[in-house]
């Protein structure tokens, strides 16, 4: 079964807009990461977050983590058509082994 | 630096037929190595896992099967293909030990069963 639930399922956007992507999971986690895929490619990893952290940044890539709540969410700033890929979140709880959600297709149109 | 491969690249096999698909990680040692497959538009499904040679963990009951011969060299086979093995399927590896690391994908493979 999957952990993580991407929220929306698909994105389109004008580039030099941002684009804001969730993700809900069920149970306890040591740490969540982001991974991008683009078409008919393997992932690339984006940013890990742990457990004890509530938000992170990389370039133009913001993270946030509300345990509570059992969610995350992926910001991209100034989009780039570039930035137009398949956006995974992935949770770890236990034994090295990664969850994945169904991923957010996001588009960015020149 | 570290690299993984994954061959072939894409492969077109009949029902029934046998199936090996290989992956090798360079420039790490003892790493974690995971076998995903996605189905179109979907996530991923972790197959397997090995932490080390001929430790695998069989994630979902399947017609597929994982070995590790060599440290940094992943197997995955089938005796006999069925069409819903059909997919992409890719290998990745992670530093070894405890959590907290990220996964380095392969390039993937994508399998079609006719």
């Known amino acids: 079964s999957q952990q993580g639930e991407e929220d929306p399922q698909a994105l389109s956007i004008q580039e030099g807009e941002n684009a804001t992507m969730n993700c809900s999971y069920k149970?306890?986690?040591?740490?969540l990461q982001w991974y991008r895929q683009n078409s008919g490619r393997g992932l690339v990893h984006l940013i890990l977050?742990?457990?004890?952290?509530r938000e992170k940044h990389s370039g133009r890539l913001r993270v946030t983590l509300d345990t509570s709540k059992k969610s995350s969410s992926l910001l991209i700033t100034a989009s780039r058509a570039a930035d137009t890929a398949s956006y995974f979140c992935?949770?770890?709880?236990?034994?090295?082994?990664?969850?994945f959600g169904g991923g957010t297709r996001v588009l960015v149109k020149p | 630096s570290q690299t993984i491969h994954q061959w072939p690249a894409t492969l077109v096999q009949p029902v029934g037929s046998p199936l090996s698909l290989e992956c090798t990680v360079e420039g790490t040692s003892n790493p974690n190595l995971y076998w995903y497959r996605q189905a179109a538009g979907r996530g991923l499904q972790l197959l397997f896992y090995s932490v080390g040679i001929g430790q695998i963990s069989s994630e979902v009951p399947q017609n597929l099967s994982a070995s590790r011969p060599q440290d940094r060299q992943f197997i995955l086979s089938s005796k006999k293909l069925l069409l819903s093995d059909s997919g992409f399927y890719l290998c990745?590896?992670?530093?070894?030990?405890?959590?907290?690391?990220?996964?380095?994908f392969g390039p993937g493979t994508r399998l079609t069963v006719t």
């Open positions: 992935a949770t770890e709880a236990a034994g090295n082994k990664l969850t």
């Open positions: 149970t306890s986690i040591n740490n």
């Open positions: 990745a590896w992670s530093v070894g030990g405890a959590g907290l690391y990220e996964q380095y």
């Open positions: 977050i742990r457990s004890n952290e």
